[in-house]
C-alpha cells in the first residue's frame, strides 16, 4: 500500500466497515478495565489469526463514547503477509469475523483498501443522527435503548429555528470539552430538525469532523431552547462567545449514533489523508 496511509512494509491494509449498539460499551476507543468496541475486535482478530500485531494498526473515522452507536463506522486494519496466509483459501471476511464477535456489533463489510486510505484523515464528512421521544410520541419499549426520552412536549419547529442559527463556518468552542492545542472551529453543513410519523424527533447534523462532545451539547442547546430555558438570542450569543456554558445540558449518548462517513475517489485517498494530518499538526483540526 502507498507511503501516504503509513502502512508499514510487509503489510496490507483493510477497509472495515461496521456497526454496532453502544449501550454496554465504554466506547469505541480500548481501555484498560473497560469493554469497547476497539478491545472486542481486536480480540476478535487474534483468535482469527492466533496472534496480536500491535492492535493491528486499527484506526477508526470516528471514536464514538461510552453508550453511542453506530449505523455505519467505518475503521482500517492492517495484517501482515503471513497473518494472511493463515487464513488458507477462506478470505478476511464479514463471516468469520462476525462469527468471533458478539451480536451488538456487526461486520457490514471487508475489502482491501485503496492506495492511501485511512479511515480517520482520508474522511472528508460524518453523519449523525440524534433520536427524542418526547410526551407525543408512540411508546414503544423495543427503541428505549437508542432514544432520548423526554417528560413533555417540545416543538420540532422552535428546535428547527434554532439550528438554522449554528449551521457553517463557526466556532464551536462553547459545545466542545477543551483539547489542548485542538481547533473548535467547524463547518456544521447540516443540522436538521424533523418529526416522523410515530412522533420521534430526529435531528441530523453533517460536519466535515466534530470535537469531542460537539453533537450531544448542541443537541442540548437545542432542545433547551425548545423547553424556554434559552432563547434564540442567547443560544447564538453563547455561539459566538465560543467558551463551555451551564445555560444547556449535554444530552444522554444512548440517542446518538454515527450514520455515515463520507469519503473521496479512491484516486484521492492519499492526498486527503495527507492534508488532514498535515492540518491536525497545525492544530487545525480535531477528527
Same mark, same amino acid.
Given at each position: 500500500?502507498?507511503?501516504?496511509?503509513?502502512?508499514?512494509?510487509?503489510?496490507?491494509?483493510?477497509?472495515?466497515?461496521?456497526?454496532?449498539?453502544?449501550?454496554?460499551?465504554?466506547?469505541?476507543?480500548?481501555?484498560?478495565? *473497560?469493554?469497547?468496541?476497539?478491545?472486542?475486535?481486536?480480540?476478535?482478530?487474534?483468535?482469527?489469526?492466533?496472534?496480536?500485531?500491535?492492535?493491528?494498526?486499527?484506526?477508526?473515522?470516528?471514536?464514538?463514547? #461510552?453508550?453511542? *452507536?453506530?449505523?455505519?463506522?467505518?475503521? *482500517?486494519?492492517?495484517?501482515?503477509?503471513?497473518?494472511?496466509?493463515?487464513?488458507?483459501?477462506?478470505?478476511?471476511?464479514?463471516?468469520?469475523?462476525?462469527?468471533?464477535?458478539?451480536?451488538?456489533?456487526?461486520?457490514?463489510?471487508?475489502?482491501?483498501?485503496?492506495?492511501?486510505?485511512?479511515?480517520?484523515?482520508? #474522511?472528508?464528512?460524518?453523519?449523525?443522527?440524534?433520536?427524542?421521544?418526547?410526551?407525543?410520541?408512540?411508546?414503544?419499549?423495543?427503541?428505549?435503548?437508542?432514544?432520548?426520552?423526554?417528560?413533555?412536549?417540545?416543538?420540532?419547529?422552535?428546535?428547527?429555528?434554532?439550528? #438554522?442559527?449554528?449551521?457553517?463556518?463557526?466556532?464551536?468552542?462553547?459545545?466542545?470539552?477543551?483539547?489542548?492545542?485542538?481547533?473548535?472551529?467547524?463547518?456544521?453543513?447540516?443540522?436538521?430538525?424533523?418529526?416522523?410519523?410515530?412522533?420521534?424527533?430526529?435531528?441530523?447534523?453533517?460536519?466535515?469532523?466534530?470535537?469531542?462532545?460537539?453533537?450531544?451539547?448542541?443537541?442540548?442547546?437545542?432542545?433547551?431552547?425548545?423547553?424556554?430555558?434559552?432563547?434564540?438570542?442567547?443560544?447564538?450569543?453563547?455561539?459566538?462567545?465560543?467558551?463551555?456554558?451551564?445555560?444547556?445540558?449535554?444530552? #444522554?449518548?444512548?440517542?446518538?449514533?454515527?450514520?455515515?462517513?463520507?469519503?473521496?475517489?479512491?484516486?484521492?485517498?492519499?492526498?486527503?489523508?495527507?492534508?488532514?494530518?498535515?492540518?491536525?499538526?497545525?492544530?487545525?483540526?480535531?477528527?
Amino acid at each position: 500500500m502507498s507511503e501516504p496511509a503509513g502502512v508499514p512494509g510487509g503489510f496490507s491494509r483493510f477497509r472495515v466497515d461496521l456497526a454496532y449498539d453502544g449501550t454496554d460499551f465504554s466506547g469505541w476507543a480500548k481501555q484498560p478495565g *473497560h469493554r469497547t468496541i476497539q478491545g472486542d475486535l481486536e480480540v476478535a482478530l487474534t483468535k482469527l489469526f492466533g496472534e496480536s500485531q500491535d492492535g493491528f494498526g486499527m484506526r477508526v473515522a470516528g471514536r464514538t463514547d #461510552a453508550g453511542v *452507536h453506530a449505523g455505519h463506522q467505518v475503521c *482500517h486494519i492492517d495484517i501482515t503477509s503471513a497473518q494472511l496466509k493463515r487464513l488458507g483459501r477462506t478470505p478476511l471476511s464479514t463471516k468469520r469475523l462476525n462469527s468471533l464477535l458478539v451480536p451488538e456489533i456487526a461486520i457490514l463489510s471487508v475489502a482491501l483498501a485503496p492506495d492511501g486510505f485511512d479511515a480517520r484523515f482520508s #474522511a472528508t464528512g460524518r453523519r449523525y443522527h440524534y433520536l427524542i421521544a418526547d410526551q407525543s410520541a408512540k411508546p414503544d419499549p423495543k427503541r428505549n435503548r437508542f432514544v432520548l426520552t423526554l417528560p413533555r412536549v417540545v416543538d420540532e419547529k422552535v428546535m428547527a429555528e434554532a439550528a #438554522a442559527k449554528l449551521v457553517g463556518l463557526k466556532d464551536f468552542g462553547a459545545f466542545c470539552k477543551p483539547r489542548a492545542k485542538a481547533t473548535t472551529i467547524r463547518n456544521l453543513k447540516k443540522l436538521e430538525v424533523v418529526r416522523h410519523r410515530d412522533g420521534l424527533i430526529q435531528i441530523t447534523l453533517e460536519a466535515d469532523a466534530f470535537c469531542h462532545n460537539m453533537v450531544r451539547a448542541i443537541v442540548g442547546a437545542i432542545v433547551s431552547v425548545a423547553e424556554q430555558r434559552l432563547s434564540v438570542e442567547e443560544l447564538e450569543r453563547v455561539q459566538k462567545g465560543a467558551k463551555r456554558t451551564s445555560k444547556f445540558r449535554v444530552v #444522554a449518548p444512548r440517542g446518538l449514533s454515527l450514520e455515515s462517513v463520507s469519503y473521496p475517489p479512491d484516486k484521492k485517498m492519499g492526498f486527503q489523508a495527507q492534508n488532514a494530518r498535515k492540518r491536525r499538526d497545525l492544530g487545525e483540526i480535531s477528527v
